[in-house]
């Protein structure tokens, strides 16, 4: 079946510092990969997605590569802000059906200190 | 934002009750989506949307049903609540030519006694 596994959190980073968060993925075809952004008190915001092989999805300074050799899709970032304090969810919708479920890995929180 | 507004935002109510929470949106997209999101599982499905009166069941459908009279309403409704319901609910709508992209509402947050 269809899954996504993110990496444990809670992870905490000092402002300016480079971030990681890895999100393996397993599906059969050709799914497309999204990363959400949650903000306390506020529901989930699209932060990037790409939909094939080797895309690179970016946004506000955080990037992700959809690799299907090793079914991976991780966030970075170059250098993070205390703004960027917020939990992270990489997810997943099937190739097929057209119906835009999505599967959701568990989450990630970030918190960054000044 | 996309339009999408839930309520209540908040609830509080005692096992066995039932409990209706709706979902409207402002901008007639036809796929419409309920999750849950509990500690350590992420959002999971409930139910979804693919027109009015088309609905179909997701990862966690038992104890919830739903309802799609109009196009901009989708309503979840726990039938006779139980503590293991207590979560935060949101809904959300998709775009695109394969529905992948997806915008949430602000979440609804149930507590069950």
């Known amino acids: 079946g269809n899954s996504v596994t993110q990496m444990e959190g809670p992870v905490t980073l000092s402002e300016e510092a480079f971030l990681t968060i890895n999100c393996t993925y397993t599906a059969t075809g050709y799914p497309s990969l999204f990363w959400y952004v949650q903000y306390p008190g506020e529901g989930l915001q699209l932060l990037l997605k790409?939909?094939?092989?080797?895309d690179k999805g970016s946004n506000k300074g955080f990037e992700a590569t959809y690799r299907k050799e090793t079914t991976s899709f991780h966030l970075e970032k170059g250098s993070v802000q205390v703004s960027d304090s917020a939990v992270y969810f990489c997810a997943l919708s099937p190739t097929s059906g057209n119906t835009g479920k999505l599967i959701f890995g568990q989450g990630t929180t970030l918190q960054v200190k000044p | 934002d996309a339009g999408i507004t839930q309520s209540p935002r908040h609830k509080v109510t005692e096992t066995g009750t039932p409990v209706t929470l709706r979902c409207h949106q402002t901008e007639n997209h036809r796929y419409m989506y309920w999750y849950r999101q509990d500690p350590g599982h992420g959002l999971r499905l409930i139910h979804y949307s693919y027109g009015v009166k088309d609905t179909d069941k997701g990862e966690v459908s038992d104890g919830y049903s739903v309802s799609r009279s109009k196009t901009e309403d989708f309503l979840l409704t726990l039938e006779s609540a139980t503590s293991s319901q207590t979560s935060v609910y949101f809904c959300a709508i998709s775009f695109g030519l394969a529905q992948e992209t997806q915008y949430f509402g602000p979440g609804t947050r149930l507590l069950v006694l």
């Open positions: 790409a939909t094939k092989a080797d």
